[in-house]
C-alpha cells in the first residue's frame, strides 16, 4: 500500500517561499510509469494542479503558476518537494501530493492527507 505524508510550515509569509516535502512509503517514486503531483485546494474553491515530477526526474507545471514553481526529489529518502516562490495570501490552501500512472496523468490513484499553508504576516 502506498502512502503519502505531506510535511512543511503552515504558515508562511508574503513574498517568502512555500516549501513542502511529500515522503512516500510502500513504493519507490523512481519506478517506472508513475506521475508524482502537488494539488492544492483554496478554501471554498475547487482543486488545482500544481505540478508534477515524473519517475524520470521530468516536470511539468500548472502554466498559470509555472513561474513561481519547483518541484524537486530526493531519491535517496524517497521524498518529492514543492516550492512555491513570491506567495500572497491567495495561496492560502490545502496542499496534497498525490500519484498518478502514466496516461492518466490526472487521475489520482493515492493521496496524502494534506497539510495547510496559509500565507498571512
Known amino acids: 500500500q502506498v502512502q503519502l505524508v505531506e510535511s512543511g510550515p503552515g504558515l508562511v509569509k508574503p513574498s517568502q517561499t512555500l516549501s513542502l516535502t511529500c515522503t512516500v512509503s510502500?513504493?519507490?517514486?523512481?519506478?517506472?510509469?508513475?506521475?508524482w503531483s502537488w494539488v492544492r485546494q483554496p478554501p471554498g474553491k475547487g482543486l488545482e494542479w500544481i505540478g508534477y515530477?515524473?519517475?524520470?526526474?521530468?516536470?511539468r507545471y500548472n502554466p498559470s503558476l509555472k513561474s513561481r514553481t519547483s518541484i524537486s526529489r530526493d531519491t535517496a529518502k524517497n521524498q518529492f518537494s514543492l516550492q512555491l516562490s513570491s506567495v500572497t495570501p491567495e495561496d492560502t490552501a490545502q496542499y496534497y501530493c498525490?500519484?498518478?500512472?502514466?496516461?492518466?496523468?490526472?487521475?489520482?490513484?493515492?493521496w496524502g492527507q494534506g497539510t495547510q499553508v496559509t500565507v498571512s504576516l
Open positions: 510502500g513504493g519507490s517514486i523512481t519506478a517506472n510509469s508513475y506521475f
Open positions: 515530477i515524473r519517475n524520470n526526474g521530468n516536470t
Open positions: 498525490a500519484r498518478a500512472m502514466m496516461g492518466v496523468e490526472f487521475e489520482f490513484e493515492y
